[in-house]
C-alpha cells in the first residue's frame, strides 16, 4: 500500500527558531495536508495543498507541494511554545478517493 | 465551521462488554465519515470508511463484526466496540468529510479514549 517517510521523527528546537519537516512518497498524491495534534485531542488541519509546486502559507506556517507530487515540506517560522504536537502529513488520491495515508508524525518540542 | 465532535470523550468498560462512540458533524453535511484508531506515540490507522445510508467499507484486517459502524444520516456516525477486550484500548478518531468544490477536505473529532478493564 501507499506509505508517507516523515521527517524528522523528533524536533527539539529553541523558541525563536524556525523548523522544517518532510514528507516523501512512492507514490503521487492529489492532494498533501498537514495536521497538527496535541496530546489526547484530534488532528487540526493545519495546510492543504491541492497543485503541484503549489507553495501556501499560514500565519507562520508555509507548505510546499512537491512539483513530482510525490512530496511536500511545512516550514514554522519563529516557533513558540505553544507549537508544541505532533504534526502529520497526509496525501490524498483524489476524486473518488478520498482516504488519507498519514505519515508517522514529527513531534514537535519547544524550549522557552 | 467544519466541527466535528465526538462523545463520550473517555470511557472505560469491562472485558466483553460494547461500547458506542459517537460522532457528529455539528455545522455541515458530511457525506462520508472515516474512523481511525491511534495506539500511544503512533500514527492513525484507517478503520473504515463509511458513506450515509450504505454499508461501511472496512480496511483490511479490520473485523466488521467487532466493529460496528452505522451512518445514518449525514451528520451522525457511530462506532460500537463489541466484547471490547483489553487490546481494543486505543484512542479513536473519527473524521468527517463533505464537497468542497474538487476536494473532500476531512475534518478530525476530538477522539475517544477507550479502555477496557
Known amino acids: 500500500g501507499q506509505q508517507l517517510n516523515q521527517s524528522p521523527q523528533f524536533m527539539f528546537i529553541q523558541e525563536g527558531e524556525d523548523v522544517s519537516m518532510n514528507c516523501t512518497s512512492s507514490?503521487?498524491?492529489?492532494?498533501w495536508l498537514w495536521y497538527k495534534q496535541d496530546p489526547g485531542e484530534g488532528p487540526v488541519l493545519l495546510i492543504a495543498?491541492?497543485?503541484?509546486?503549489e507553495l501556501t502559507s499560514n500565519g507562520r506556517l508555509t507548505a510546499q507541494f512537491g512539483i513530482t507530487r510525490k512530496d511536500s515540506f511545512l516550514n514554522i517560522s519563529a516557533s513558540i511554545p505553544s507549537d508544541v504536537g505532533i504534526y502529520f502529513c497526509?496525501?490524498?488520491?483524489?476524486?473518488?478517493?478520498?482516504?488519507?495515508?498519514f505519515g508517522k508524525g514529527t513531534l514537535l518540542t519547544v524550549n522557552p | 465551521g467544519a466541527v466535528v465532535s465526538q462523545h463520550p470523550s473517555r470511557v472505560i468498560c469491562k472485558s466483553g462488554t460494547s461500547v458506542k462512540i459517537e460522532c457528529r458533524s455539528l455545522?455541515?453535511?458530511?457525506?462520508?465519515m472515516f474512523w481511525y484508531r491511534q495506539f500511544p506515540k503512533q500514527s492513525l490507522m484507517l478503520m473504515a470508511t463509511?458513506?450515509?445510508?450504505?454499508?461501511?467499507?472496512?480496511e483490511q484486517g479490520v473485523e466488521k463484526d467487532k466493529f460496528l459502524i452505522n451512518h445514518a444520516s449525514l451528520t451522525l456516525s457511530t462506532l460500537t466496540v463489541t466484547s471490547a477486550h483489553p487490546e481494543d484500548s486505543s484512542f479513536y478518531i473519527c473524521?468527517?468529510?463533505?464537497?468542497?468544490?474538487?476536494?473532500?477536505?476531512?475534518?478530525f473529532g476530538p477522539g475517544t479514549r477507550l479502555t477496557v478493564t
Open positions: 473524521s468527517a468529510a463533505g464537497s468542497q468544490g474538487i476536494t473532500y477536505e476531512q475534518y
Open positions: 507514490s503521487i498524491f492529489n492532494t
Open positions: 495543498l491541492y497543485k503541484a509546486g
Open positions: 497526509a496525501g490524498q488520491g483524489g476524486g473518488s478517493n478520498y482516504k488519507l495515508t
Open positions: 455545522d455541515f453535511q458530511a457525506t462520508t
Open positions: 463509511s458513506n450515509e445510508g450504505s454499508k461501511a467499507t472496512y
